[in-house]
């Protein structure tokens, strides 16, 4: 990430944050344009990458969970699928694909039939440039209601090879010493349960008050 970029990526954060404005419901949903970190609800990481590539595999940038709350390198943009268009504080559906950018490197979520390097599951990547990548992307939201509330733990769905986002509960060795071992599996059950944690959630004006466009933050 070039030093021009991060200072951008910070410089929004910081304008978000002191554009916070406390106001309802609109706040209980993660919608399309939101910065965000996700939490595994059973090993309690927050999905994180960086500039470190696998040694096996794809050989990609790697994708790990992290138990620091506060590094920067935690954020994810949600964006629609490729080809797709979604308004700044959309709500995101239930069942929708998604894919999540990179906040800081400026790759995208990715997956593919590649081992991972520690249980030897489905590897989780970062891929792309600028966030611009290919189908490997892209995620289905599955969640119980109508639309992806904060306050639920979801599962995401890899479209390409059916498998859910998940950590083996494994631990990396170094250069990211400690940092979970995040991967595909195929089945529901197991470590496949996130919930949006820290982050900017932008809202766009709902049916209680359509003349209003608040953003919150809690980073």
């Excluded at 970029?5 to 309802?24: D, F, K, P």
Aim: glycine letters at 10%; a negative charge.
């Amino acid at each position: 990430m070039s030093c021009l970029r991060r200072i951008i990526y910070l410089w929004i954060l910081q304008v978000l944050y002191l554009s916070q404005n406390v106001c309802g419901a609109r706040h209980k949903y993660v919608t399309c344009g939101s910065v965000l970190k996700l939490l595994n609800s059973d090993y309690r990481v927050r999905l994180h990458s960086h500039d470190v590539k696998y040694g096996t595999g794809s050989g990609q940038q790697s994708v790990t969970g992290t138990e620091l709350q506060e590094d920067v390198n935690s954020h994810w943009l949600i964006k629609p699928e490729m080809g797709k268009e979604c308004g700044r504080g959309e709500l995101i559906k239930c069942g929708s694909v998604i894919r999540l950018e990179h906040s800081a490197t400026g790759k995208n979520l990715h997956s593919h039939y590649f081992s991972s390097p520690l249980s030897s599951n489905q590897e989780i990547s970062c891929y792309g440039e600028d966030g611009v990548g290919d189908t490997g992307d892209h995620w289905v939201v599955v969640c119980s209601g109508d639309y992806w509330t904060r306050d639920e733990s979801i599962m995401l769905k890899h479209v390409d090879t059916s498998h859910y986002l998940a950590t083996s509960g494994r631990t990396f060795g170094r250069p990211i010493n400690g940092q979970m071992e995040i991967i595909g599996v195929h089945s529901s059950s197991g470590a496949v349960h996130w919930q949006a944690a820290e982050g900017v959630f932008l809202h766009a004006p709902d049916i209680t008050a359509k003349h209003m466009h608040t953003m919150h933050t809690e980073l």
